[in-house]
């Protein structure tokens, strides 16, 4: 007998299809940019996390490009070997300085940070309280630290304290984890009043501020400088993929723990460095917000636009505090329906489903970022109004 040993690849893909959530993925003929070329069309781009409009800035390119040269393509090591080049140095130094922490580490991405700096901190004797729409790094983390995992009420410190009187004393250690900015909805998770919960009853606090890095607080400087908690919470998690433009994570916070980090963290002993193009480019994106708000500034100005008009469009926005703007339908095969119209209509905004968000509740995200122009959000507003009144959503 010939076993079909795929069978179970074809039944789950047939469902997912049936189920309207296969995903499509498209080509880019073009770099991130307020204007792309998808698929073969140049279209206006409401996908990308480039927040800040840097993905494609002349200072960050002109930075690799001089790093290629000096430095060459790769470092052909992990870092404890023979991969930290004084590159790699100079970036944290200026990280850790621009986000006012004692210490900072640059990881491959921020998913791989999150895969680092978990498990040094926590194991099998330990309890982890975790918010229950954090990102799937945060959760794969967790579960690679072998922690017990507690789950408390999204962004609902009462609940974390609850949780915490409830399971804290019968494990060794306690660590709080929480997005900062919850990226399918663009909420802000309340690390004031969770830090507070945290310290009361002894629990390390660790926030992953992926969408919140080159957004919130002053200049950019992220969910920390947002409340003011420099030195309260433990540890940040931040990525350079998003508002930074280029690629590549960090673990920033405390010396103690970021050095306990480098010892230990296996992305960081087991994974070759990230390059010296991404280095410098990170490095220049550093340099361009310490010089100027300019960036933040507009990218908010144009956040806030697009959602008021979008409301009085009459569409339901969600509650978003942030550039994010989740266009909520419910439906998967009406939310993908809806994104390929706006396509059809030039506007390129992909829908989102499960599992990235729960059933039921699946949307159109809009990422507003500084790239784009007044013109730009108009043009973009005029298609959604369109499309939504074709479909009867407004
Ligand atoms: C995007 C995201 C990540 C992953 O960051 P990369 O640098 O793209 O790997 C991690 N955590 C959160 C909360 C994110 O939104």
């Known amino acids: 007998m010939i076993h079909d040993k795929l069978a179970f690849i074809r039944a789950d893909m047939d469902s997912l299809r049936e189920s309207n959530l296969l995903i499509n993925i498209r080509t880019m003929g073009s770099p991130a940019d307020a204007w792309m070329e998808v698929d073969g069309r140049r279209v206006l781009n409401f996908c990308t996390n480039n927040y800040l409009g840097l993905a494609n800035h002349p200072r960050l390119k002109a930075a690799a490009k001089a790093a290629v040269d000096r430095w060459g393509v790769g470092p052909a090591a992990v870092r404890t070997i023979a991969g930290t080049q004084g590159l790699h140095l100079e970036l944290e130094r200026r990280l850790a300085a621009f986000k006012k922490v004692e ?125 003011g908690l420099h030195g309260v919470c433990d540890v940040e998690i931040g990525t350079l993929s998003k508002a930074f433009g280029v690629v590549g994570g960090v673990i920033a916070g405390k010396k103690a723990i970021v050095d306990y980090i480098r010892q230990k963290a296996r992305p960081f002993l087991f994974s070759s460095a990230v390059t010296p193009a991404d280095t410098a480019a990170c490095l220049a994106a550093v340099d361009l917000l310490e010089e100027s708000e300019a960036l933040v500034d507009r990218l908010w100005d144009n956040a806030r636009y697009f ?55 699946a949307r159109i995200r809009v990422m507003n970022t500084a790239a784009h122009s007044r013109d730009d959000l108009d043009q973009g507003l005029t298609a959604f109004e369109q499309v939504g009144r074709k479909l009867g959503v407004i």
């Not at 489903?353 to 729960?358: E, L, S």
């Open 307 to 361: 959602s008021a008009e979008m409301k009085r469009l009459g569409f339901d926005t969600g509650h978003s505090q942030t550039p994010i703007v989740p266009v909520m339908l419910g439906d998967a095969g009406l939310a993908k329906q809806f994104s390929r119209e706006l396509f059809e209509a030039g506007v390129f905004a992909v829908a989102i489903g499960f599992p990235t968000v729960p059933h039921g509740l």
């Open 103 to 227: 210490d900072a580490l640059y990881m491959q991405s921020g998913f791989c940070a999150n895969q680092a700096a978990i498990p040094p901190l926590v194991g099998t004797e330990d309890v982890i309280f975790s918010d229950r729409l954090n990102h799937a790094s945060i959760i794969d983390g967790a579960r690679l630290s072998r922690a017990r995992i507690i789950v408390y009420e999204h962004c609902d410190p009462a609940d974390a304290e609850t949780k915490i009187r409830e399971h804290l004393s019968q494990y060794r250690r306690g660590l709080l984890i929480t997005d900062g900015v919850f990226s399918m909805d663009g909420d802000i998770a309340p690390l004031d009043r969770l830090t507070e919960v945290a310290e009361r009853h002894g629990v390390l606090t660790m926030v992953d501020d992926a969408h919140g890095e080159g957004v919130l607080g002053h200049g950019g400087r992220g969910i920390v400088d947002h409340f």
